[in-house]
């Protein structure tokens, strides 16, 4: 299953079922399991693991060095989950630090020219849309997704279920479930068909709504907001938002 016109070094692992195609480069430290399919023109290199079922569409390249000052050769490594989808020319680079890595989840889906900086962490299901790009150390959860032409700032991170206009530019961390746009971003509500979607109750969506309109929608600080949250939470929904907004930020949160 792997193609004349491929190189694959010796010391690279390569599972059974695994198809390589026309002039795909792999490296020394690169594992590939089951049933993943590298369509043409694909470069995987580095310390770089990929998981089962994923499928690698042309002009891929995934765990090249890290576009960082920083980088000075050290081993840092590269995931991609199971069943991931990359679509052409998607760039996915390894960590800057020793035994540091950039990972992305299982089930996702990067479409054309997305680039993912060295650290960053992408969860499980994740949609990137066309030309969307994340600068290093970016962060985000199951779910979340991204319109085309997206910049993201380095240290940002993004909650689960929260959605991404298009042509946004974002320098600061989005809550879970919340939709975001503009240059600069600023918030506009819930990503309410993504949560439908995903069989969210109605109380969950309540509350998140709720939670929204302290934050966004009246004169509380964001202390007393998260005061007031934190008083009277009553589903999980909530309490991964709370969670979220407790957690440490190096770069604050949307305004």
Known sequence: MIHPTAIVHPRSNIARGVEIGPY???????????????????????????????????????????????????????????????????????????????????????????????????????????????????????????????????????????FIGGYTRLTRDVPPFFLCEGNPARAYGLNSPGLKRAGFSNDDIAEIKRFYKLLYGSKLTFSAALEEMQKTVSTQAGRELIEFLEADSDRGILK
Not at 59 to 86: L, W
Not at 124 to 144: F, K, P, W
Request: aromatic share 8%.
């Open 24 to 162: 795909c480069i792999i490296g020394a430290n690169v594992s590939i399991a089951r049933g993943t399919v590298l369509q043409a023109h694909v470069v995987v290199n580095g310390w770089t693991t990929l998981g089962e079922d994923c499928k690698i569409y042309p002009f891929a390249t995934i765990g090249s060095a890290s576009q960082d000052r920083k980088y000075e050769g050290e081993r840092a490594y590269t995931t991609v989950g199971n069943r991931t989808t990359i679509r052409e020319y998607v760039s996915i680079q390894r960590a800057t630090g020793e035994e540091e890595v950039t990972s992305i989840g299982d089930d996702c889906l990067l479409l054309a020219y997305v680039h993912i900086a060295h650290n960053c962490q992408l969860g499980n299901g994740v949609t990137m849309s066309n030309l969307a790009q994340l600068a290093g150390h970016v962060r985000i959860a199951d779910y979340a997704g991204f319109g085309g032409i997206v910049g993201v700032h380095q240290f940002v991170r993004i909650g689960k279920y929260a």
